[in-house]
């Protein structure tokens, strides 16, 4: 299954069920990634929200198998690569430096600027693969 994230690329990413019934989180749409609805506690779990998502999964498949490709093979633009290495290597900056503000008996104030700074590098990452696919 191919998933878009903010930037526009197409990940291929296999076909998972959403959480088990009862867990936290909502069950997703295998294709969009759309909240799927409740489901009863009889019968399969749903794994796409409708007939035309189940549609487009499995002609992403059938793609990927055609070109020989595995399927869990992941693609992304240069550009799209390139801009999560640099939130990649923003995190890394900011764990290093909190790591290194730990060792110099810090204020309450450095550490909340520095945790802050935790959480902003954190959060962008967090974005990248929640978001919902188009069409």
């Known amino acids: ?19 088990n019934r009862g867990s ?5 749409c295998g294709w969009c990634r759309r909240v799927l609805p409740s489901q009863g506690s009889v019968g ?21 198998a055609k070109a020989g490709l595995p399927g869990d093979v992941v693609l992304v633009s240069r550009n799209e690569l390139d801009g999560l290495q640099d939130r990649l290597y923003q995190l890394r900056c900011a764990l290093e430096d909190a790591q ?22 954190t959060g962008r990452l967090d974005r990248l693969w929640v978001t919902e696919r188009s069409g």
Do not use: D, F, N, W
């Not at 878009?4 to 998972?16: F, M, N, Q, W």
């Open 1 to 19: 299954m191919a998933q878009r994230h903010a930037a526009g690329s197409t990940a291929e990413l296999p076909v998972t069920a959403s959480p």
């Open 100 to 121: 290194t503000l730990l060792a110099e008996k810090p204020t309450k104030a450095e550490l909340e600027r520095q945790l802050a700074e935790l959480i902003r590098s």
């Open 24 to 28: 936290e989180e909502p069950r997703r």
């Open 44 to 64: 399969r779990p749903r794994l796409y929200c409708g007939q035309a998502c189940r549609q487009r999964a499995y002609e992403q498949r059938s793609a990927t």
